[in-house]
């Protein structure tokens, strides 16, 4: 079993004493109260590198946290260990049996899922075990109308890419808490295809990474293609050959994998129905990749379209259909283009990459796979201040819980308030 640190709970009985010595003497960042209703406490964490402390007062004389108090006193109250599978290690741990407190996990703050070890099993701490809900994303299809359009959010199944690599300069001591790593320094993902239903036909905006990847890359990526794109079709009562148009907003694999598909032993296009829309610079680039970016662009991936004669080519920003628009972002790579979807006076953006999580909703927390970052932060700024002005409907298409919402923005801060 693989556990991390995750915090340190302390029962607090005098909050102002308690405040006065780890916020101002050891000059502690302490992060705002958060009430648990359910557990009749108030939570106040403490970051301290890629763990925490938490102060807990009681609320209630029902509080746990009070009645502990009572008996012993302020002091260590637990500690949390993360775990990456909360079910299998209740499992591990029933099979030797060590006593618990709970059988199975329960609901924690924020999403989480938790269970208590018994203090007796653990020689005098109280042990609880977390699973942070970022561990596993949230994979689901749906739709809503949007003017004359119908969006819906697919999927082609879970990622993980090195945390470090998606948020580029920024520290981790900045995103690390927000966002878990796993022990391999991985941040959860998912892959979120767009798809539009219009009189003019289906349209499918980026498609994923695919099932053509060998073990060892799957591995690195930790892909799993038996939840990929063909089970969100099906949810969609859809199917590959239902797709008539394939938009690229770039030819990276997790953009554009699934394009083809190996089928007897040979690389067909994965939609064979479809025409597939790509920008030809982009194209170029693709086929001409350096040492950089050769790791992103997979020949397999798209090289093999091209004798079915199913590529349109385009170049510079315009309408593709009516009520889908491209515009060059670049910055990610030269050519990465973001797609505006628009109808019956609204506005959707699928930003591809520019912000691929909520997460990245700050100006300058750009990944480092960007080849030209100042450009992404140039094009990015403007993107998202619109984007709040002007009430856009924003598509992430790496975020592992939230596939699409409005950015607001209160006393500086920027939020998501999530529609799908
Ligand atoms: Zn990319
Ligand atoms: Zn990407």
Redesign the pocket.
């Known amino acids: 079993m693989k556990a991390f640190l995750d915090h340190v709970g302390i029962a607090v009985q005098d909050v102002p004493a308690a405040l006065a010595f780890y916020r101002d003497t050891l000059g502690l960042e302490v992060e705002e109260a958060e009430e648990v209703a359910s557990q009749h406490v108030r939570a106040r964490f403490i970051p301290v590198g890629d763990s925490a402390l938490e102060l807990l007062e009681a609320t209630s004389e029902q509080s746990a946290v009070a009645r502990f108090v009572a008996k012993r006193g302020p002091g260590l109250h637990h500690v949390t260990l993360r775990v990456e599978d909360i079910h299998a290690a209740l499992a591990h741990l029933k099979a030797r049996g060590v006593r618990l407190v709970d059988d199975s996990p329960r609901q924690g703050a924020e999403g989480a899922l938790v269970a208590f070890i018994h203090p007796s099993a653990a020689h005098g701490v109280l042990v609880e075990l977390t699973q942070r809900p970022s561990s596993r994303p949230t994979l689901e299809v749906k739709s809503l109308a949007f003017g004359d359009l119908q969006l819906t959010t697919l999927h082609d199944g879970p990622f993980r890419l090195d945390g470090g690599a998606m948020f580029g300069v920024v520290p981790k001591a900045l995103w690390g808490r927000k966002v878990p790593t796993d022990d391999r320094n991985r941040i959860q993902m998912a892959m979120r295809p767009l798809l539009v239903e219009a009189d003019w036909g289906r349209m499918i905006i980026d498609c994923g990474a695919g099932d053509k990847m060998d073990r060892k890359s799957r591995d690195i990526y930790a892909l799993d293609p038996d939840h990929g794109l063909g089970e969100a079709l099906t949810a969609a009562g859809l199917s590959a050959e239902s797709i008539d148009f394939a938009l690229a907003?770039?030819l990276?694999f997790?953009?554009f994998g699934a394009a083809t598909v190996r089928r007897d032993g040979t690389l067909v296009p994965r939609f064979p129905n479809a025409r597939y829309i790509i920008r030809g610079a982009e194209w170029e680039d693709a086929t001409h990749p350096n040492e950089r970016n050769r790791a992103?662009y997979l020949q397999e991936d798209f090289v093999p379209l091209q004798p079915f004669g199913v590529i349109d080519f385009f170049d510079g920003d315009l309408t593709i259909k009516p009520g889908i628009r491209v515009e060059r972002s670049g910055g990610?790579?030269p050519q990465?283009q973001i797609v505006y979807v628009q109808s019956g006076g609204r506005t959707a953006v699928f930003p591809?990459?520019i912000i691929p999580t909520t997460a990245h909703l700050q100006d300058a927390w750009v990944?480092g796979?960007d080849l030209f970052p100042l450009d992404s932060l140039a094009f990015k700024k403007r993107l998202i201040r619109d984007a709040i002005d002007r009430e856009y409907l924003v598509f992430f298409e790496h975020d592992p819980h939230v596939a699409a919402g409005y950015i607001r923005e209160r006393d500086g801060k920027r939020f998501v308030e999530a529609v799908l």
């Open positions: 907003t770039h990276h997790d953009h992103s990610h790579t990465h591809s990459d990944t796979y």
